[in-house]
């Protein structure tokens, strides 16, 4: 019995049988504001197929939507286009209810699989290019390594033209909408580049390839059916464009100033900063880390040509908030950024010294020594905050002039 629970049709052969994870706020480090999704598809061939499962706590949900179209004992084959376990969770529930005749995954997908869950069946690898026929219609592997994992493959059903993308083209939004033409383009946009920024960011070359590869294969492609988020079944160019553009990390005059302060003095710094990017041409957009997540602000410095950050001096060190930024967005990579330090202190003030080694590590190009106030900023101060964003300003247009 399906219960509350009912899959929704996609195409003749095919239907969504994910769960809706209203309630997720944090999915490892990244602030999923609106939730998730946890897609997973049922191809209604000869040999019926499951795409796919989703998070354990959601495991009834998935069999319930099954079971709304079919006896979840009727499917012959499940594909697992991707081994972590927002989308492999449910998998070993699943074949011990289902008894699959097989289980397909990427040659490194079997692996992790393996390694998972210790099982003790056999996983077929399939290969790059490889198909398999499920009867009346079949299903083409593309390998997309490292986009996000070692594992990730996509699966093409040619009678459909529908493309199961996994992770790629997809978000963390949670809504009752299936289809992405059901939802206003401002927040697929945003949420799509929040996505980008915080997951597929360092693999940006790869993303790339992959969109020629893609093109290149000539495969016509009517729907992306991604793992969270909704199913793109129109504008199409619409959600590759946007993964062309993010991957390309193409600089603006945006300057991302985040900081965090302790008695105020780097917050006034940070303002003075502000005015003179602002005098310069930038954009200023300031994120204090009191009130702003560490993903948010990776999602604004992917379209942004500055990142500016500051810190006053804790026990010899930058602050806690600052540092936990740095290190994550040095695990993403970005790219095409001018970036300086600033900070106040009481006697030692290493904070500025600290980020400014932690931005020549992001390999983006740090313009100065950054700047070190003494206690509360006087006039003299704010100014020389002035001009540092003034400074800034200038190096950003000369970057955005050389793209």
Same mark, same amino acid.
């Given at each position: 019995?399906?219960?509350?629970?009912?899959?929704?049709?996609?195409?003749?052969?095919?239907?969504?049988?994910?769960?809706?994870?209203?309630?997720?706020?944090?999915?490892?480090?990244?602030?999923?504001?609106?939730?998730?999704?946890?897609?997973?598809?049922?191809?209604?061939?000869?040999?019926?197929?499951?795409?796919?499962?989703?998070?354990?706590?959601?495991?009834?949900?998935?069999?319930?939507?099954?079971?709304?179209?079919?006896?979840?004992?009727?499917?012959?084959?499940?594909?697992?286009?991707?081994?972590?376990?927002?989308?492999?969770?449910?998998?070993?529930?699943?074949?011990?209810?289902?008894?699959?005749?097989?289980?397909?995954?990427?040659?490194?997908?079997?692996?992790?699989?393996?390694?998972?869950?210790?099982?003790?069946?056999?996983?077929?690898?399939?290969?790059?290019?490889?198909?398999?026929?499920? =009867?009346?219609?079949?299903?083409?592997?593309?390998?997309?390594?490292?986009?996000?994992?070692?594992?990730?493959?996509?699966?093409?059903?040619?009678?459909?033209?529908?493309?199961?993308?996994?992770?790629?083209?997809?978000?963390?939004?949670?809504?009752?909408?299936?289809?992405?033409?059901?939802?206003?383009?401002?927040?697929?946009?945003?949420?799509?580049?929040?996505?980008?920024?915080?997951?597929?960011?360092?693999?940006?070359?790869?993303?790339?390839?992959?969109?020629?590869?893609?093109?290149?294969?000539?495969?016509?492609?009517?729907?992306?059916?991604?793992?969270?988020?909704?199913?793109?079944?129109?504008?199409?160019?619409?959600?590759?464009?946007?993964?062309?553009?993010?991957?390309?990390?193409?600089?603006?005059?945006?300057?991302?100033?985040?900081?965090?302060?302790?008695?105020?003095?780097?917050?006034?710094?940070?303002?003075?900063?502000?005015?003179?990017?602002?005098?310069?041409?930038?954009?200023?957009?300031?994120?204090?880390?009191?009130?702003?997540?560490?993903?948010?602000?990776?999602?604004?410095?992917?379209?942004?040509?500055?990142?500016?950050?500051?810190?006053?001096?804790?026990?010899?060190?930058?602050?806690?908030?600052?540092?936990?930024?740095?290190?994550?967005?040095?695990?993403?990579?970005?790219?095409?950024?001018?970036?300086?330090?600033?900070?106040?202190?009481?006697?030692?003030?290493?904070?500025?010294?600290?980020?400014?080694?932690?931005?020549?590590?992001?390999?983006?190009?740090?313009?100065?020594?950054?700047?070190?106030?003494?206690?509360?900023? =006087?006039?003299?101060?704010?100014?020389?905050?002035?001009?540092?964003?003034?400074?800034?300003?200038?190096?950003?247009?000369?970057?955005?002039?050389?793209?």
């Amino acid at each position: 019995m399906s219960g509350p629970y009912k899959a929704v049709k996609v195409t003749d052969n095919v239907y969504w049988v994910g769960a809706i994870d209203w309630g997720i706020r944090d999915f490892h480090g990244y602030l999923t504001e609106r939730g998730t999704t946890y897609n997973a598809f049922l191809v209604m061939a000869d040999k019926i197929t499951l795409i796919d499962t989703v998070k354990p706590p959601f495991r009834q949900e998935l069999l319930g939507r099954i079971a709304s179209v079919v006896d979840p004992k009727a499917i012959s084959y499940v594909v697992s286009n991707h081994a972590e376990m927002d989308h492999s969770g449910s998998l070993l529930e699943v074949i011990d209810l289902v008894q699959p005749e097989k289980v397909f995954a990427s040659s490194m997908g079997s692996r992790a699989l393996k390694d998972h869950f210790h099982l003790d069946r056999d996983i077929v690898a399939v290969k790059d290019g490889e198909s398999l026929s499920l =009867g009346n219609l079949s299903l083409t592997f593309l390998e997309t390594r490292m986009l996000h994992w070692p594992d990730n493959m996509f699966s093409y059903l040619a009678e459909e033209r529908l493309l199961f993308s996994q992770d790629a083209f997809g978000m963390h939004l949670a809504t009752s909408e299936r289809f992405a033409d059901e939802v206003d383009v401002s927040v697929l946009e945003y949420e799509g580049a929040k996505y980008f920024a915080n997951i597929l960011l360092p693999m940006s070359p790869l993303v790339t390839k992959l969109l020629e590869k893609v093109g290149n294969l000539g495969i016509q492609i009517d729907i992306i059916a991604c793992d969270h988020g909704p199913i793109w079944r129109k504008d199409l160019d619409r959600i590759i464009g946007w993964y062309g553009s993010w991957a390309r990390q193409q600089p603006t005059m945006k300057a991302v100033v985040a900081f965090d302060t302790m008695w105020f003095s780097t917050a006034k710094m940070a303002e003075a900063i502000a005015e003179g990017l602002l005098a310069g041409g930038a954009q200023p957009k300031l994120m204090p880390l009191k009130s702003n997540h560490r993903s948010n602000i990776a999602t604004e410095i992917l379209d942004a040509g500055a990142l500016l950050v500051g810190s006053p001096t804790l026990n010899n060190n930058m602050y806690p908030t600052v540092a936990d930024l740095l290190t994550y967005l040095r695990g993403l990579k970005p790219q095409n950024l001018v970036a300086t330090a600033f900070g106040s202190y009481g006697w030692s003030g290493e904070a500025v010294g600290q980020i400014r080694k932690a931005l020549e590590a992001m390999k983006v190009e740090v313009v100065d020594d950054g700047l070190r106030v003494k206690f509360v900023p =006087g006039d003299d101060a704010l100014t020389q905050c002035f001009e540092l964003g003034r400074q800034v300003a200038e190096k950003t247009k000369e970057l955005c002039g050389r793209g």
